[in-house]
């Protein structure tokens, strides 16, 4: 009896948690402390004074599988993969310590989604960035732009898919999926052209491959790619 007294007070928690999402401004608590940047206020994850290249990325959803310090965290997956993270990340503070880094939620910005979505979901991702930076986890930027209005100021005065991020460091970039088709290539390296003018990383972490073509475009940058997930253990 006790077992499921526990289990049902778990479940009240998460729902009364991932309610608050939607009722008190995105868990405000997450970002307590932290500086702002832009006129969307993007909470800043600040540069690492050290940078750090993982061996390998691990999903969100497969950390209880394996406790490889060499590896980074990261959640190029889709969303519903990690949505207890972005409403309860305290829960997996100590997971994630385990791992060498931490990359940013991957949440998910896409060109078709509305401009006020696509904002909502960078801030999450650099909120939860913030909050795990706070404990003391080594943080790598994920940054992932939608349409134009996000990588652009043709629509806005500042390119909000950049803002809460650090110049001259590490950031990381999921190209899975985004350039086989001709117009995900074209938006992808137009904003992957953005972000590096930007925020003039000296090391780009991309989950997936880039044409090699592209890569020459851009010689201060240091790209390191990693294979996906599922390749990487089929590959092992």
């Known amino acids: 009896m006790a077992k ?4 049902k007070k778990s479940v009240v928690d998460s729902a009364v948690r991932n309610a608050a999402v939607l ?4 868990n405000p608590e997450f970002v307590k402390g932290a500086k702002f940047d832009g006129i969307f206020e993007m909470p800043i994850i600040k540069k690492p004074s050290k940078i750090v290249i993982p061996d390998n990325l691990i999903p969100f959803s497969k950390i209880d599988r394996s406790s490889k310090k060499s590896f980074a965290v990261c959640e ?7 949505k207890e993270l ?33 904002i909502t979901n ?20 994920n940054v992932r732009w939608g349409d134009e209005r996000t990588y652009t100021t043709k629509f ?22 985004q350039i086989q088709n001709k117009v995900n290539r074209y938006y992808f ?13 000296k090391v780009v972490l991309v ?30």
């Open 189 to 201: 390296l137009q904003g992957l052209d953005e972000m590096i003018k930007e925020l003039e990383p």
């Open 207 to 236: 989950y997936g491959k880039l044409p090699d073509e592209v890569k020459e475009q851009y010689k201060k940058v240091k790209f390191v790619e990693y294979q996906d997930y599922t390749s990487l253990m089929r590959n092992k």
């Open 4 to 7: 499921k007294k526990t289990k």
């Open 156 to 177: 806005l005065p500042e390119k909000i898919a950049f803002k809460g991020i650090q110049k001259k460091s590490i950031v990381s970039i999921g190209a899975y999926g």
């Open 86 to 118: 972005l409403s309860n990340p305290d829960d997996y503070v100590k997971k994630i310590k385990r791992y060498q880094g931490f990359i940013t939620p991957d949440c998910s910005v896409y060109r078709d989604m509305p401009l006020a979505i696509q």
């Open 23 to 26: 009722t008190d401004g995105c």
């Open 122 to 141: 960078i801030y999450r991702n650099r909120a939860i960035g913030y909050y795990m930076q706070s404990k003391g986890i080594y943080v790598i930027p």
């Open 76 to 82: 190029y997956e889709n969303d519903s993969e990690f």
